[in-house]
């Protein structure tokens, strides 16, 4: 471990951070450019096997941008996409952003360091950086957007040069330091551990604009929202949203396990996936299990979702345009089983259906979505957690859909259960609240 970091993990005062220089070189779950053709004709993509982990130089820092000592990071989906080269290299995502020249060079680079979740200690800051000071405990939004593109000063997620921080851009959360913009940071709730409070930003803010935000569902007191994944990194932050905003929250799980963990969430209705039958892209089996779920829903809520919550893709897709109701609205953010959806087009129009696209959240909905969680009113998802020198094997759980929640992923922090700075409220959430998943 380098000075620094050693200074960062005993707690030494900003004044000590400041002095100490910063190492040349640090630890990273990384990708190599040679390797982007490893998985041609191979039907297992395994990430465990083009996700190293060793050394990568230190980037210089540019006047809008902090380094951060990073104690904890989170897994997401785009760190499996990212190391399995689909549906593309992301080296091409650093490689275009990199010919813009200037500092937008130092991207594009023969090694990509994943990750688009952080929490740490900010260590240095660029000159050009007002609100934010070596020592400040943060956690990194996932949006990195050009502040100096008209659109962002609209909505910050429409600016056509908003990248995913980690993904589309190099220097990313698995790693012993980061780099992020000043417009990523967000105070570290203090009563969470490094960890916990790692595992929030992308998906808790993903979830906050699809259905909270007038860019989304905007969701009232009231509505019946459907939830796929009610048990996941994505649907229980969901839940939590629906539930707090005086919504019925209405879930969709795969097993017992999960089903109970969507209860203690808040779902006034659990659907195990079973009792609906065969879920996929055939028509037929997409009416059948549509009318099935739909039945279902009115028999124990008395009336069909106004908003469905999909993430889930082509496999639910169709399902989910059946059973909105007239006039409802299917959100969605992403597509796990497939991108291209097939639905019964009569359903949409006729019934005067609404699909909002919705893609990460901005600064302000990120902003808004960590004060409910440092107000205790949103918990983490996260269910496990691996040390930086496993992220191979967490990515693998992954990829395999062999986890629940979020993983989570310990860089500097040396063990679990660190960096809680407010113990009182910690108390007052209440430590069975605070782990859902983690809870025997």
């Not at 091409?92 to 990750?115: C, E, I, M, S, T």
């Amino acid at each position: 471990m380098d000075e620094l970091s050693e200074a960062v993990v005993s707690g030494a005062s900003p004044e000590v951070l400041d002095r100490i220089p910063v190492p040349s070189e640090y630890t990273a779950a990384h990708l190599r450019v040679e390797d982007v053709n490893m998985f041609s004709d191979v039907m297992d993509k395994d990430v465990r096997k083009s996700i190293h982990i060793g050394q990568v130089p230190m980037p210089e820092l540019a006047p809008d941008e902090v380094l951060i000592a990073v104690m904890a990071s989170a897994m997401n989906y785009n760190t499996v996409w990212s190391a399995t080269f689909e549906p593309m290299p992301t080296f091409n995502f650093l490689r275009y952003y990199g010919k813009q020249g200037g500092w937008a060079a130092r991207h594009d680079q023969p090694y990509h360091v994943l990750g688009s979740d952080a929490s740490g200690v900010v260590v240095r800051v660029g000159n050009g950086v007002r609100n934010w000071k070596v020592g400040d405990h943060v956690v990194v939004a996932t949006a990195h957007v050009d502040d100096q593109e008209p659109l962002t000063h609209s909505d910050g997620m429409m600016g056509a040069e908003q990248r995913a921080w980690g993904f589309e851009t190099n220097f990313g959360g698995l790693a012993d330091y980061a780099i992020a913009r000043a417009s990523q940071l967000l105070p570290k709730a203090a009563h969470l551990s490094w960890e916990e409070a790692a595992c929030n930003p992308l998906c808790a803010g993903t979830a906050y604009r699809m259905l909270i935000s007038e860019h989304g569902a905007n969701m009232r007191q009231g509505d019946v929202v459907l939830v796929w994944g009610a048990a996941g990194g994505l649907g229980g932050y969901a839940v939590q949203f629906v539930r707090n905003g005086g919504g019925i929250p209405v879930g969709i799980v795969s097993s017992d396990k999960k089903a109970e963990i969507a209860r203690n969430l808040g779902c006034e209705l659990v659907i195990d996936r079973r009792e609906i039958g065969e879920i996929s892209a055939d028509p037929d089996a997409t009416l059948k299990a549509g009318r099935r779920l739909g039945n279902i829903i009115r028999k124990e809520i008395g009336e069909d979702p106004n908003i469905v919550f999909e993430h889930v893709g082509r496999d639910t897709f169709g399902i989910s345009v059946l059973v909105a109701r007239r006039g409802g609205t299917i959100v969605t953010c992403g597509s796990s089983t497939g991108y291209s959806h097939n639905f019964d087009n009569r359903y949409l129009w006729m019934r005067m259906k609404k699909i909002i696209g919705s893609h990460g959240a901005n600064l302000y909905e990120q902003w808004q979505t960590n004060r409910l969680i440092q107000r205790g009113r949103v918990v983490p998802m996260l269910s496990d957690v691996y040390p930086l020198q496993m992220s191979g094997e967490a990515a693998r759980a992954i990829q395999k859909n062999e986890h629940i929640g979020k993983v989570g992923v310990l860089c500097m922090a040396p063990t679990a259960g660190l960096g809680v700075t407010d113990s009182d409220l910690r108390a007052r959430v209440g430590e069975d609240r605070l782990s859902p998943l983690r809870a025997d």
